[in-house]
């Protein structure tokens, strides 16, 4: 069975946003842009495929068009493909805009009858607001002619009488072969059949005849299906309920046993992994685990879901237990060096470990950064997302903490001999300065909204030593920091 | 009697301690200079002041540097606690800011046992616990002279004098370097009380 959807792109669009009037997709080809996909009103116009946009513009005033998107078309297709599985488990791709379904063992679920079946195809797909053209034929070859040039169903072993009448183009070959056989006067596949084989091999090359007989079920032509994207998920169910939690630890060691047995084939990692446990009164729980890093190792995940697990209200009872891994990455399969030390990954369990007590976005590391600001010299970033980075350096001496500008009562341009900050009274002895540090003019920042600053390091005779900036251009001191 | 400040410092390994004081900061950082590996720092997320990594560089390594933002003190003590049993971190340094018990001061000590790292205590004057190894008061000091100079002052220690010192970091070698023991530097005689 061949599934051809004819306006797949604009469809796909309409569905999101639907338009009245003539509606084009443009694709940038070369220097133009060409039309690439229309719907029906646009083709009632008079516009086809491959027009330049500007011409489809000048005939049509109130088209409305928008650029295409090549790769979320093709992410639809997926989409449909895996939908189709409901109809059969062997469904393929059928170049940009089809699909290709072997129906062949599952006829029989809709009485045997194709029709039934593609009567409820049709109708799903044009509630969908898709446009279907659906050919079932014993081939694959002769159910995409049908599909593309003579929508129907060819019965078991007609296909050579279904296919007789039908233009060469249905066979899939070569635009050029086509229209050489055009110029022969060949035009329908009967035609074609009725020519000897030796002439048309020598002078079309070996492709029509293979597509020919690709289409007649002479050759062979597989369905290759999709790949089934690799599912990290398992469960069990218990005769009896468990309601210890050591019970439970022993459940999910078990299911993350083969978790990690299938994260291993593939050479993943999980990131985060999700535990539901469900009780008998069908009320379900979970406990939500984030790694540090991936990790596909029994031993190293199983303790961090203890804390998890001590929370959870077991009820009457839980019977169902489900562990997926949400969130996967690539994790290589590493030989064990000799040159590491045992201590390595301790670091990123304990981070796990804390990250289940006050969330793993709250475990964070500096990185530099580059600007002349304070409070922007470096960034502050979840630990378990980034690696360390260096060097730091700095150029001029800069205090270990910083805190928000806190204003002190002084004038003048250079520091104050007296002042009172945070309820002491201090006197300056030394004030290394001034640094002038100019705002980021491109950066909208609230706290720069005074203009230029100039810091001065001062040191008091009271001992603190601080940090504290003048800004010329609206007068005024404040404390940024504190050396040590 | 002169007590060394190498006897003293780094304070033992495998205990919590103590330390108060304006310069609490600088000498939390001086040990984390001092001890190497990785350090974690434990503070409320809710404080509008915050380490600067830039400045800290004379001391340690940034890269090294692990900051975990609580909730509340609660949650503070329990994520040091794990962090002092995992082990897998030289040195834990919390920020606490209500006085602690003597149970969760000796569940910290137990836990700094068990995984053999340094705990640190930053906590305002007059907070402190009875299970605490040491405790240290520092405040910077100016001097015509130098301008990183601190002074360090044990107050409490279970196996050991107290003294007080007046030293100063040294970012090339990551040494503390003892200026003299306090009170005996001229000017500021009798300033250690």
């Given at each position: 069975m061949s599934l051809w959807f004819p306006r797949l792109a604009s469809d796909r669009v309409l569905r999101a946003q639907p338009v009245d009037g003539p509606f084009a997709l443009t694709l940038r080809q070369g220097n133009t842009e060409r039309l690439y996909c229309l719907n029906p009103a646009g083709l009632r116009q008079g516009l086809t495929p491959g027009m330049p946009a500007s011409d489809a513009r000048a005939f049509c005033p109130d088209l409305q068009s928008r650029p295409a998107e090549l790769s979320r078309d093709t992410r639809f297709l997926h989409a449909l493909a895996r939908w189709a599985g409901r109809y059969c488990p062997w469904v393929g791709l059928d170049g940009r805009d089809g699909l290709v379904l072997d129906v062949s063992g599952t006829v029989h679920l809709w009485g045997g009858q194709e029709s039934a079946m593609i009567a409820d195809m049709r109708q799903r797909l044009t509630r969908a607001g898709l446009a279907v053209r659906i050919g079932v034929a014993d081939t694959r070859g002769a159910a995409w002619a049908l599909a593309h040039y003579a929508e129907g169903i060819a019965p078991p072993g007609a296909a050579s009488e279904t296919l007789k009448?039908?233009?060469?183009?249905?066979?899939?070959?070569e635009a050029k072969a086509a229209l050489a056989l055009q110029r022969l006067g060949v035009r329908s596949i009967g035609d074609l059949m009725a020519l000897p084989r030796g002439t048309v091999s020598r002078r079309l090359g070996p492709g029509v005849l293979m597509r020919l007989d690709q289409a007649l079920g002479a050759r062979g032509e597989q369905v290759s299906p999709l790949a089934e994207p690799p599912h990290y998920g398992v469960r069990m169910t218990l005769p009896d309920p468990i309601g210890l939690s050591a019970d439970v630890m022993a459940g999910a060691k078990r299911l993350l046993e083969r978790l990690c047995a299938r994260l291993k084939e593939n050479e993943m990692g999980a990131r985060v992994l999700c535990l539901t446990l469900r009780r008998v009164d069908q009320e379900s729980q979970q406990v939500e685990l984030r790694l540090a890093r991936p990790l596909r190792d029994v031993a190293r995940i199983l303790p961090f879901f203890e804390r998890g697990v001590g929370q959870v209200d077991a009820g009457y009872g839980i019977d169902l237990l489900r562990l997926e891994a949400t969130q996967v990455e690539p994790l290589p399969t590493e030989q064990i060096a000799h040159?590491?030390?045992?201590?390595?990954g301790a670091l990123e369990d304990l981070i796990t470990r804390l990250g289940t007590r006050i969330g793993l976005e709250n475990i964070q590391r500096f990185l530099p950064a580059d600007s002349h600001i304070p409070e922007r010299s470096f960034l502050i970033a979840p630990a378990a997302w980034s690696r360390a980075q260096g060097p730091w350096v700095a150029l001029r001496p800069r205090p270990v903490q910083l805190f928000a500008p806190e204003p002190i009562g002084a004038t003048g341009a250079r520091p104050p001999r007296h002042f009172r900050w945070r309820r002491m009274a201090l006197t300056t002895q030394r004030a290394t300065g001034p640094e002038r540090i100019a705002p980021e003019w491109w950066l909208e920042d609230d706290g720069w909204r005074r203009g230029l600053r100039d810091y001065w390091k001062v040191d008091t005779a009271q001992g603190r030593r601080l940090w504290l900036f003048h800004t010329p251009q609206d007068p005024g001191w404040f404390v940024q920091g504190e050396f040590a | 009697m002169t007590a060394r400040l190498t006897d003293q410092f780094p304070p033992r390994r495998g205990r919590t301690h103590e330390v108060q004081g304006p310069g609490a900061i600088g000498f939390a950082l001086a040990l984390a200079g001092r001890l190497g590996g990785v350090v974690l720092w434990v503070m409320q997320g809710w404080q509008g002041r915050q380490l600067n990594p830039v400045g800290a560089a004379e001391y340690l390594?940034?890269?090294?540097l692990l900051i975990a933002r609580t909730r509340d003190e609660a949650e503070t003590l329990a994520v040091a606690e794990e962090a002092l049993r995992a082990g897998a971190v030289t040195l834990v340094v919390m920020e606490l800011t209500q006085p602690l018990g003597l149970t969760p001061g000796r569940r910290l000590q137990l836990a700094a046992e068990t995984g053999r790292s340094t705990g640190l205590c930053l906590m305002?004057?007059?907070?402190?616990?009875?299970?605490?190894e040491t405790r240290w008061y520092t405040a910077p000091v100016f001097d015509a002279a130098d301008s990183t100079l601190m002074r360090w002052e044990i107050t409490k220690n279970k196996s050991g004098t107290l003294a007080a010192w007046d030293v100063r970091w040294d970012a090339e070698t990551h040494r503390v370097i003892v200026v003299s023991e306090a009170g005996e530097r001229p000017g500021v005689a009798g300033a250690a009380g």
């Open positions: 009448p039908l233009p060469v183009e249905a066979l899939r070959i040159m590491r030390g045992p201590e390595d | 390594d940034p890269q090294r305002p004057e007059g907070v402190g616990s009875n299970a605490a």
